[in-house]
């Protein structure tokens, strides 16, 4: 039987205090793309430098995938431990290991270095997605989890425009260039002093007394834990295990495997593009400018996907954004050659439908998955698409070389149709529900029917 009662954190107007935990929220994202792109304009001075071949060139390209992938697991003690607990701790160890990659010397130094900063990145996906999902009003949620994947972008952006202008200070510039991750992460550690932990989560644990602190906090001295559903909610055990029960083990498969077939042929093209861009006979000279115009190109498809995700509904828009995507990635693929308005094309149509995919990659995991699993959800399927990543990053030069670019690009438009078939089969409608009711599992809500 309804009772009525109205849930603050659900029904809540957004604040500033959701639009400050937002753009907090959004610093690992940003450092995640501008790690990732800025090793792109590094290497061309450090592949001479340190004597690097093929091989030790996708490692590295790859190596901060790695990380994140180790990282990943990491969400397990999100939910074990809390989310204000390592919200700022994890990158403590981002900001010493940017500055330890001024020093290296050989291919395999910068391997671990990277592999470090990787992890750490990787562990702040669970605890701050987490963290702003469950502070999320549920008519805003979908644009707040949304918008730090513009942020990805927008590190990404930043990074080739940053990596192109340093490369003028000399031979040893890249020495600098990755390095200045530490800058923005410091700026971050500072922001996050003084965020609140979760009062789902709190409540989760059996901590009413100080999720109701927290609440009066954020909401004012008139919140109370008996105006929210969420004092309903029952202790539950976290558990990497319940991820695979039968309740939950659809959703998995559904998260881990679309977000998979989104990044790896994704990341692969940022970590390489200037590579690529000059394969295409793109930005001669300047790729580093090229390869921030395309990440651009993926920074304006979230917008409009930020405004779809409530109006066509999460299922519509992710299988119509990989139909599109596929589309754009086999154009790439069929016309290596030009002529210039198809790769043009290729390139716009496949960085434009990317956003519904960027902006459901956690948005997904953090409303399917209940408080007691929710930071370890977030980790195992960034980790499931990161091994994708790892294996297309790494191949991605290897192909180059030995292939081409045209059937390399026609191998990410198959895993890119990979996708688009999970999704067709897999995902599953949760627009306008309640955190609560979205992350319920099918079978349970079969079970247990309100009444009318």
């Known amino acids: 039987m309804k009772t009525g009662k109205r849930n603050i954190v659900d029904e809540a ?109 990787g562990a702040d996906y669970p605890i701050a997605t987490s963290l702003l999902a469950e502070f999320s009003p549920k008519k805003h949620r979908g644009a707040m989890l949304g918008v730090t994947l513009v942020a990805y972008y927008i590190g990404s952006t930043v990074a080739y425009i940053v990596g192109q202008l340093m490369l003028q200070i000399g031979p040893n510039a890249w020495r600098w260039i990755l390095a200045s991750s530490a800058i923005p992460a410091v700026v971050l550690v500072l922001l996050r002093i003084g965020t609140p932990e979760s009062p789902r989560w709190l409540l989760q644990k059996g901590r009413k007394a100080e999720a109701e602190k927290v609440l009066k906090q954020v909401y004012g001295p008139h919140a109370s834990l008996d105006d929210t559903v969420m004092a309903d909610m029952s202790v539950g055990q976290t558990s990497y295990f319940k991820l695979f029960t039968p309740d939950y083990l659809k959703r998995t498969l559904y998260v881990g495997l679309f977000y998979m077939a989104a990044v790896a042929p994704l990341f692969a093209m940022l970590t390489f593009g200037p590579e690529m861009l000059t394969s295409y006979h793109l930005f001669q000279g300047a790729s580093g400018y090229g390869a921030a115009i395309i990440s651009a190109l993926f920074l304006i498809g979230c917008i409009p996907a930020l405004f779809l995700v409530n109006r066509m509904g999460r299922r519509m828009m992710i299988i119509v954004s990989f139909a599109g995507m596929t589309v754009g990635v086999l154009l790439l693929g069929l016309f290596p050659q030009g002529p210039l308005s198809m790769i043009i094309l290729g390139f716009v149509l496949y960085a434009i439908f990317s956003g519904g995919p960027n902006v459901m990659e956690w948005l997904a995991p953090n409303e399917l998955f209940p408080t007691e699993v929710r930071g370890t959800a977030v980790g195992i399927t960034t980790s499931i698409s990161r091994f994708g990543a790892v294996i297309g990053t790494y191949l991605f030069p290897w192909g180059l070389a030995n292939f081409g670019i045209g059937p390399t690009m026609l191998v990410a438009a198959a895993v890119t149709f990979g996708g688009f078939v999970v999704c067709v089969l897999l995902a599953p409608e949760t627009t306008n529900k309640s955190l609560y009711a979205a992350s319920r599992p099918e079978r349970a809500s079969r079970r247990k029917r309100p009444a009318p």
């Not at 935990?21 to 501008?34: A, E, K, M, N, R």
């Not at 003690?77 to 010493?96: A, E, H, P, W």
Request: no cysteine.
């Open 13 to 121: 107007e957004f604040s500033g205090f959701h639009a400050r935990l937002t753009v907090y929220s959004s610093g690992g994202p940003f450092l995640d793309g501008y790690i990732l792109s800025i090793i792109a304009i590094a290497l061309i001075q450090i592949t001479p430098q340190l004597h690097l071949n093929t091989t030790w060139s996708g490692l590295i390209g790859a190596s901060a995938l790695i990380g994140i992938f180790v990282g990943g697991f990491m969400g397990y003690f999100t939910d074990k431990f809390g989310r204000q607990l390592m919200y700022s701790i994890d990158f403590i160890l981002l900001i010493v290991a940017s500055i330890l990659q001024f020093w290296v010397q050989t291919g395999w130094e910068l391997f671990v270095v990277r592999l470090i900063l990787g992890i750490s990145v």
